[in-house]
Nanobody, 123 residues
Framework: QVQLVESGGGLVQTGGSLRLSCAGS????????MGWFRQTPGKEREFVAA????????SYADSVKGRFTITSDNAKNTVYLQLNSLKPADPAVYYCAARFLRFGGPAGEYDYWGQGTQVTVSS
């Protein structure tokens, strides 16, 4: 069993920055690759970024490439998502997710999810 808790969401102006955190717990947490997804009302959950268990492999959606950065601190069981140059298209509930052993993939292949954190961008 893995528990995930996101934090760091909030209100920011267009062009601003936020850093989201996802704290994981559980005896086998180190065996999970991590991802961030986002969702707006009426839409499917959308892939944002993923990171391998070692932290050496990363993947990004085209819409966030060059603006968002995913990192991990394995000693703290925490994954971060740095959001820079935020745009009006970025507001959503952001979720972190854990996938056993394998890196990347669609939302349906992830095993555990956090409760989400809201990101709002004002113009």
């Amino acid at each position: 069993q893995v528990q995930l808790v996101e934090s760091g969401g909030g209100l920011v102006q267009t062009g601003g920055s936020l850093r989201l955190s996802c704290a994981g717990s559980g005896r086998t947490f180190s065996r999970y690759a991590m991802g961030w997804f986002r969702q707006t009302p009426g839409k499917e959950r959308e892939f944002v970024a993923a990171i391998s268990r070692s932290g050496e492999g990363t993947s990004y959606a085209d819409s966030v490439k060059g603006r968002f950065t995913i990192t991990s601190d394995n000693a703290k069981n925490t994954v971060y998502l740095q959001l820079n140059s935020l745009k009006p298209a970025d507001p959503a509930v952001y979720y972190c997710a854990a996938r056993f052993l394998r890196f990347g993939g669609p939302a349906g292949e992830y095993d555990y999810w956090g409760q989400g954190t809201q990101v709002t961008v004002s113009s």
